[in-house]
């Protein structure tokens, strides 16, 4: 769907359009081609301002992006019928894991739309652990996000700012992707710990 026929697509700047929602308009993977790992992210530059969408928290009811401003987050939007996505879902639990301590906050949000419904038993087949249970089963986020390939990450600042995305499956348990995490939490001390059993 062009951003004119999504009146709330204009909230992105034509640079962060041309980045992210142009890309939907063809297969993805020839403009944003992925090695399977982190270093696959493409920066978006300017940074864009992550408006305040609304999904559930299966713990605490509705909440927005504005619950988590200070940290910063890792947004992965996936849903049950994408084998890739529940594929990477134990990894990101482990780097969860890893990073309990710190201001580093993965947000998983499923976009099926059955919601809790759905996505619960995947969480307790999988043993997940650190990942917080979220849904959009309304789809508030494709406001925003192109939902058009999924699984999608999106890294956000402490500010609240998009900063990169990569619209592909990576493997969260590579070194790299522990770095990335370090690197993005800059000169805050982060506690040297294994994820829990």
Not at 60 to 83: E, H, K, M, Q
Not at 105 to 115: P, R
Not at 136 to 147: C, K, S, T, V, W
């Amino acid at each position: 769907m062009s951003p004119s026929r999504r009146p709330h697509t204009r909230m992105l700047s034509a640079a962060c359009a041309a980045l992210i929602a142009a890309s939907a308009w063809g297969y993805h993977e020839a403009n944003e081609p992925s090695d399977g790992t982190v270093r696959s992210f493409r920066p978006v530059d300017p940074p864009q301002p992550l408006p305040g969408l609304a999904f559930l928290d299966a713990s605490r009811g509705p909440s927005s992006f504005a619950d988590y401003r200070g940290r910063v987050l890792l947004l992965n939007i996936w849903a049950t019928w994408c084998p890739p996505c529940v594929r990477e879902l134990p990894a990101l639990d482990r780097l969860q894991g890893k990073f309990l301590d710190s201001d580093f906050v993965i947000l998983a949000i499923s976009v099926d739309a059955g919601g809790f419904a759905v996505t619960e038993p995947f969480f307790q087949r999988l043993g997940i652990r650190h990942l917080r249970r979220l849904a959009d089963p309304g789809r508030n986020l494709g406001e925003f996000f192109p939902l058009d390939v999924l699984p999608a990450n999106f890294i956000v600042d402490r500010e609240g700012n998009v900063t990169g995305f990569l619209r592909s499956f990576a493997d969260w348990d590579a070194p790299e992707a522990e770095a990335m995490v370090r690197d993005l939490l800059g000169d805050e001390e982060v506690p040297e710990r294994a994820a829990r059993d």
